[in-house]
């Protein structure tokens, strides 16, 4: 039991919680913030719905991972017999300074922190209706070290966490993750009906100094794998070997169960807005019980989940997260047949988001098992990569299907729909698979 309390109190969970909220500060900077501030200035909505865009960064991040998982930044060594220009010596030095002294994940985690504020504040020096294609384009540095800030942060998680830590820890890093959107999101926009915007990005930039100080302060893990040595180690051994591990259909099955696993959800999220507005609801009921009371909610079942996760491993917490993940996606079949009910919506709300979270901590904890510590950065930045795709790809037809299948149907296929991902846990994840 002592050995139980002091994994939840370590410094290990504070940093994977610190080192969230790092991560999700600065999504919404460049999503519903960077809305409101473009609206306000007049900007033509075809233009801000281009700006979706920017966050390509997020999904194609597993290309410029290897990077990091070298540890270097490759051409700036200098070859004999060719110039060295001063820019790239300096640049080399700073590199080698950083990287040298705080080590391979921490040097690249105080980079992207750095590089993330300034573009932050580029951005915030910007003005969207005189000129967006500036603003684009400072919101595209801030997608790119923030993704970049993923890698490392994603990285030196797995590093430093013991195995059986990593449910609890990947909890309290998603938690950490909903504080960061949370304050970036709702308190960003309320702070700009006083200040404007240009402070409230200057102020969030500044929100990110717990993260350069948490990196200055914690160590680096312990007994990290040699960095590869070559770009063909760097960016063709993590497939390779990820791949090779038990073989390209396990690979390509693990691939499939990470799609699956949480897409009846995720496509029941997509419409539950639309949904509550139909069914009746007052916009005042669904920001307070679906959006707030919803948040906390998720908050405290990646808590729990967490802590189940620590106790029962992660196999056998995602068969009972994943099977409680799709009752509560039942339940807003059942509200469809009911009247406007706060209390009905409540209790619907607090189940599912509860039940999301705990399912989120051990989705995460699963794909960070995945991966092999000699290739960290690459192989979970390419999980992770994978983990929105659902997200993205099936929330353009839930609305056809609503309409097609009436609210009760749809909701009742989201529900069917997540059997394939169970399913797929007899072999990619067997009940006492991580008890052996």
Not at 93 to 100: D, E, F, R, T, Y
Not at 324 to 335: C, E, I, N, P, R
Not at 345 to 373: D, W
Request: aromatic letters at 12%.
């Amino acid at each position: 039991m002592a050995s139980f309390w002091q994994s939840v109190f370590s410094r290990r969970m504070l940093v994977a919680f610190v080192m969230g909220f790092s991560s999700g500060l600065p999504l919404l900077l460049t999503m519903g913030v960077l809305q409101a501030w473009m609206s306000k200035s007049g900007v033509d909505l075809s233009l801000i719905g281009l700006m979706s865009l920017v966050g390509l960064p997020y999904t194609v991040k597993f290309i410029w991972a290897p990077l990091l998982d070298r540890g270097a930044f490759t051409g700036l060594e200098r070859r004999p017999g060719r110039p060295y220009p001063l820019w790239k010596a300096a640049l080399n030095w700073l590199v080698k300074a950083s990287i040298g002294r705080l080590g391979r994940r921490r040097g690249w985690m105080l980079w992207a922190q750095i590089l993330l504020m300034a573009a932050i504040v580029l951005l915030a020096l910007g003005d969207p209706g005189r000129s967006p294609t500036m603003i684009a384009l400072a919101a595209l540095l801030v997608t790119f070290f923030s993704a970049s800030q993923d890698i490392a942060i994603d990285a030196y998680r797995r590093e430093d966490l013991a195995d059986d830590e990593l449910g609890l820890g990947s909890s309290l890093a998603i938690n950490g993750y909903r504080v960061g959107m949370l304050l970036a999101g709702g308190g960003g926009l309320i702070m700009a009906d006083v200040m404007s915007f240009r402070d409230v990005y200057l102020i969030m930039a500044a929100c990110l100094l717990v993260g350069v100080v948490t990196t200055l302060l914690t160590p680096e893990p312990q007994a990290q794998p040699r960095a590869p040595q070559s770009m063909r180690q760097a960016v063709v051994e993590p497939f390779v070997e990820f791949f090779g591990r038990a073989g390209l259909g396990w690979g390509l099955g693990v691939l499939g169960f990470i799609l699956l696993y949480k897409i009846g959800d995720s496509m029941a999220a997509t419409m539950t807005t639309p949904f509550f507005l139909a069914r009746g609801y007052t916009m005042t009921q669904i920001g307070t019980v679906a959006k707030l009371f919803g948040f906390w909610a998720t908050v405290a079942g990646g808590l729990l989940g967490g802590l189940v996760l620590l106790r029962l491993g992660i196999n056998r917490s995602l068969w009972i997260f994943g099977f409680l993940q799709a009752v509560s996606t039942a339940g807003f079949a059942m509200l469809a047949n009911l009247g406007p009910s706060t209390v009905w919506l409540a209790a619907v709300i607090a189940f599912e988001n509860l039940t999301s979270g705990m399912a989120t901590a051990a989705y995460a904890a699963y794909m960070a098992a995945q991966t092999n510590k000699n290739f960290t950065a690459t192989q979970y930045a390419l999980l992770s990569s994978l983990m929105g795709v659902p997200r993205v790809l099936v929330s353009a037809p839930t609305g056809v299907m609503a309409e097609w299948l009436g609210w009760s149907g749809f909701f009742i296929f989201c529900t069917v729909i997540a059997a394939p991902g169970m399913a797929m846990l007899i072999k990619f994840a067997p009940w006492n698979g991580d008890r052996r």
